[in-house]
Antibody
Framework: EVQLVQSGAEVKKPGESLKISCKGS????????IGWVRQMPGEGLEWMGI????????RYSPSFQGQVTISADKSINTAYLQWRSLKASDTAMYYC????????????WGQGTMVTVSS | EIVLTQSPGTLSLSPGERATLSCRAS???????LAWYQQNPGQAPRLLIF???SRATGIPDRFSGSGSGTDFTLSISRLEPEDFAVYYC?????????FGQGTKLEIK
């Protein structure tokens, strides 16, 4: 079964660092782009960026460039989203999603990781 | 960056009726690289349509997509109770691959 399993919910304080994960299984992890999507409470979807685990090529939305780091470890079929210094405005649900291969739409989604940043 | 504007913001209809959702792009979407997603409360989004008009695997044929250039439409021919959700369009022809702000389809 093809699936993406994300790490669990996090509660952090402003200024702390964080790395959340997304593990792919049931397919060739290095052959499909994986993206990250933010959904703030009660709001819509925002495309943050994507990574190709085969060679770690990464593309960011200008809105998120420099604010987060997207990476992948192909040896363990896992993609990551990382912050160096969290802000309260980073509170959101974060989804990883896999592109379909023949099309850059996301046909497989993780269950989401809720990140709460509060003092 | 391509901005996608969805309308209406909220659509109130009854089961069995036809729904028509619109997505307008600020510039032409290359090769009709436009997708539609459905999101139910507390769940991850689900791909419905890609390439503007191709249904994703397992999507019922009451869902259809059309359009090209800057104007795209998602139609649901006969609304079922499970279709009441939030719908998003996304363009993936030009990075960043932006989403629209969503249309909430609610029961009238």
């Amino acid at each position: 079964e093809v699936q993406l399993v994300q790490s669990g919910a996090e509660v952090k304080k402003p200024g702390e660092s964080l790395k959340i994960s997304c593990k792919g299984s049931g397919y060739s992890f290095t052959s499909y782009w994986i993206g990250w999507v933010r959904q703030m409470p009660g709001e819509g979807l925002e495309w943050m960026g994507i990574i190709y685990p085969g060679d770690s090529e990464t593309r960011y939305s200008p809105s998120f460039q420099g604010q987060v780091t997207i990476s992948a470890d192909k040896s363990i079929n896992t993609a990551y989203l990382q912050w160096r210094s969290l802000k309260a405005s980073d509170t959101a649900m974060y989804y990883c999603a896999r592109e379909a291969g023949t099309t850059a739409s996301f046909n497989m989604w993780g269950q989401g990781t809720m990140v709460t940043v509060s003092s | 960056e391509i901005v996608l504007t969805q309308s209406p913001g909220t659509l109130s209809l009854s089961p069995g009726e036809r729904a028509t959702l619109s997505c307008r792009a600020s510039q032409s979407v290359r090769s009709s690289y436009l997708a539609w997603y459905q999101q139910n409360p507390g769940q991850a989004p689900r791909l419905l349509i890609f390439g503007a008009s191709s249904r994703a695997t397992g999507i019922p044929d009451r869902f259809s997509g059309s359009g090209s250039g800057t104007d795209f439409t998602l139609s649901i021919s006969r609304l079922e109770p499970e279709d009441f959700a939030v719908y998003y369009c996304q363009q993936y022809g030009s990075s960043p691959y932006t989403f629209g702000q969503g249309t909430k389809l609610e029961i009238k």
